[in-house]
Nanobody, 126 residues
């Protein structure tokens, strides 16, 4: 069982930046892919980005490429999502999620994540 704890959400103006953090704990978590999924009001959950904790392979949704950067600190089993040039349409609850198979890096399918954090709100005002 993997536990995921997020932090770093908040309110920011359009064009601004925020950084989200997610710390993963569990016996084999170092081999997982850990990433971010977001859900805006009235919409389905959407893949944002993912990274392997031990190798640093990354994947991004087209909607965030060039604006968001995912990184990790392997020693701390912590994943960061640096979000720049934020837009009002980035407003959502952002969930940290983990995939032991790491296939989500290729599929970008939300159901491939098997463990979830509690979510953190990101609000971008226009």
């Amino acid at each position: 069982q993997v536990q995921l704890v997020e932090s770093g959400g908040g309110l920011v103006q359009a064009g601004g930046s925020l950084r989200l953090s997610c710390t993963a704990s569990g016996r084999t978590v170092s081999s997982y892919a850990v990433g971010w999924v977001r859900q805006a009001p009235g919409k389905e959950r959407e893949f944002v980005s993912a990274i392997t904790l031990n190798g640093g392979m990354t994947s991004y949704a087209d909607s965030v490429k060039g604006r968001f950067t995912i990184s990790r600190d392997s020693a701390k089993n912590t994943v960061y999502l640096q979000m720049n040039s934020l837009k009002p349409e980035d407003t959502a609850v952002y969930y940290c999620a983990a995939d032991p198979s790491r296939r989500v890096l290729l599929t970008k399918r939300v159901p491939d994540f098997g463990s979830w954090g509690q979510g953190t709100q990101v609000t971008v005002s226009s």
